[in-house]
């Protein structure tokens, strides 16, 4: 059940450390119930997800005039998750062209919250007791994303979870933690971060767009036995270890915010000899999963969301499959109203229990997202599997981007040893020209470092903008 806490008013820095650890202490609370929800039984799953979504869109037809239109004629009272299918999906495009029409508080205006975010120098509470965050554009398209008291303890309580139980489970406490992420705190990586920073437990902060050099001396000095970091860092990070730069032991490596390569896994845990956890997490939910204990995939966190996989047609995907893209349903965050939401990431749903006992959905891990698929004037289409399968064997590679050309693919590799580059692009060319692709032109050029998004982020494909 969701409990609002009332929260403080938040006015200046002082007024903002007393509300963030009232916040914290409020997240601690709860922590207790989410680790018991990690044993729930599919019947007690269901019972909450039933009653989660009735309660948020009974709220939502109340509160939410462009919810109320588009649900007209709804039994919230009655509705039950299969019934979803009934209602058309939302875009990140109906969001941000209707958002103040969506959101349940009349206090919050996109103007207000774009205000806000534009003023943030660190973390910072919006109209005393919410929270706004801006997505990545990893998509292409920018979201404004505004969280209620509740919903912003709930995105930490559904990541954090996974990685107790985790750390629990290999008999060590909750230790020093470290980050390799964004540090603006528009984006939810650095923000849940501060806002929940917890006093008893040492925690660094290194910011993914410092030197490398930087960022390994803020790891030796923290020697994390949690370390939090992008996907695209952990190769780089590998690299350094080798190098005897880098001198951690981590016993957790906990990767989140873009796809992880089964490749990079298998480096990361011949680096340290340490389990990865990797996890889902979005702008629009942040607390849509947590990590599985038995090793790769993740939990969706059914409890908190309800995530439906489909086609590029909009039609369910049978477990087992991997979908077009997914739609979401945030079942904890009531000022914001995502119902049906449409996310481009790929999941595959496995299609029987996890050997790790739990009752909740298992997805294999995301390797891309549809957004990803390079689609030429030809009519060929290319999945960026097709790239990956040559560039992320290479162990000389420890980084890439692909970026789609009018006739090929220009490709910007940072290795770490010599690289037959007339050899990879000739690779290339020659699946290309498999594909349908005719006279492919493919350009592979060494850099020293590839630029990333404003979250900190590595978007490893980028296709052409569509008209």
């Known amino acids: 059940m969701v409990d609002d806490a009332t929260p403080i008013a938040s006015n200046g820095a002082g007024s903002y450390e007393k509300t963030r650890q009232r916040h914290f202490s409020y997240l601690m609370s709860r922590m207790p119930e989410f680790l018991a929800r990690l044993r729930w039984s599919?019947?007690?799953?269901?019972?909450?997800?039933t009653r989660a979504l009735r309660d948020l869109v009974s709220h939502a037809v109340r509160s939410s005039p462009w919810h109320r239109e588009r649900l007209r004629g709804l039994d919230g009272d009655r509705l039950t998750p299969a019934a979803l299918r009934d209602i058309p999906p939302m875009t990140k495009g109906d969001l941000m062209e209707h958002w103040d029409a969506i959101v349940t508080d009349p206090r919050c205006t996109l103007a207000a919250?774009?205000?806000?975010?534009?003023?943030?120098?660190?973390d910072s509470y919006f109209l005393?007791?919410?929270?706004?965050?801006?997505?990545?554009?990893?998509?292409?398209?920018?979201?404004?994303?505004?969280?209620?008291?509740?919903?912003?303890?709930?995105?930490a309580l559904g990541l954090m979870r996974g990685l107790y139980d985790i750390l629990l489970s290999l008999g060590r406490q909750p230790g020093p933690f470290a980050t390799v992420s964004a540090y603006v705190a528009s984006h939810a990586t650095s923000a849940l971060g501060q806002t929940f920073s917890n006093p008893e437990r040492p925690s660094v902060r290194a910011p993914v767009s410092l030197p490398l050099a930087e960022i390994v001396a803020i790891l030796n000095r923290a020697q994390p036995s949690l370390l939090h970091t992008y996907p695209s860092m952990l190769p780089a990070l590998c690299e350094e270890a080798h190098s005897g730069h880098l001198h951690i032991a981590p016993a957790l490596i906990w990767s989140?915010?873009?796809?992880?390569?089964?490749?990079?896994?298998?480096?990361?845990?011949?680096?340290?000899?340490?389990?990865?956890a990797n996890g889902w997490a979005a702008s629009e939910s942040n607390g849509g999963a947590f990590c599985c204990p038995a090793g790769a995939g993740f939990h969706?966190?059914?409890?908190?969301?309800?995530?439906?996989?489909?086609?590029?047609?909009?039609?369910?995907?049978?477990?087992?499959?991997?979908?077009?893209?997914?739609?979401?349903?945030?079942?904890?965050?009531?000022?914001?109203?995502?119902?049906?939401?449409?996310?481009?990431?790929?999941?595959?749903?496995?299609a029987?229990?996890?050997?790790?006992?739990?009752?909740?959905?298992?997805?294999?891990?995301?390797?891309?997202?549809?957004?990803?698929?390079?689609?030429y004037a030809s009519g060929t289409t290319v999945h960026p599997l097709n790239f990956r399968s040559s560039l992320g064997k290479d162990p000389a590679i420890v980084e890439y981007q692909v970026r789609q050309t009018q006739r090929g693919a220009e490709i910007a590799?940072?290795?770490?040893?010599?690289?037959?580059?007339e050899a990879l692009r000739s690779t290339l060319a020659q699946r290309l020209i498999g594909l349908g692709l005719p006279a492919p032109e493919v350009i592979v050029r060494r850099v020293d470092?590839?630029?990333?998004?404003?979250?900190?982020?590595l978007k490893r494909f980028i296709p052409l903008p569509t008209l």
């Open 128 to 155: 005393d007791d919410l929270h706004v965050i801006a997505s990545g554009g990893s998509s292409g398209k920018r979201g404004v994303f505004v969280y209620d008291w509740y919903g912003w303890a709930a995105s």
């Open 256 to 276: 989140t915010s873009e796809p992880l390569l089964p490749e990079v896994r298998a480096m990361v845990e011949a680096t340290w000899s340490a389990p990865v």
């Open 352 to 375: 029987g229990p996890c050997r790790c006992g739990s009752a909740y959905l298992k997805v294999a891990d995301v390797h891309g997202r549809a957004d990803d698929v390079f689609r």
């Open 300 to 350: 969706i966190g059914e409890d908190l969301n309800i995530i439906e996989p489909i086609d590029e047609h909009g039609n369910p995907v049978p477990r087992g499959q991997r979908s077009a893209k997914i739609l979401v349903t945030n079942l904890y965050n009531r000022i914001m109203p995502l119902i049906r939401y449409e996310i481009t990431d790929e999941f595959q749903i496995a």
């Open 449 to 457: 470092r590839i630029e990333r998004q404003d979250a900190g982020k």
């Open 42 to 49: 599919r019947a007690e799953i269901d019972a909450e997800q």
């Open 113 to 122: 919250a774009e205000t806000h975010l534009a003023g943030l120098a660190a």
């Open 413 to 421: 590799i940072v290795a770490r040893a010599t690289v037959d580059i």
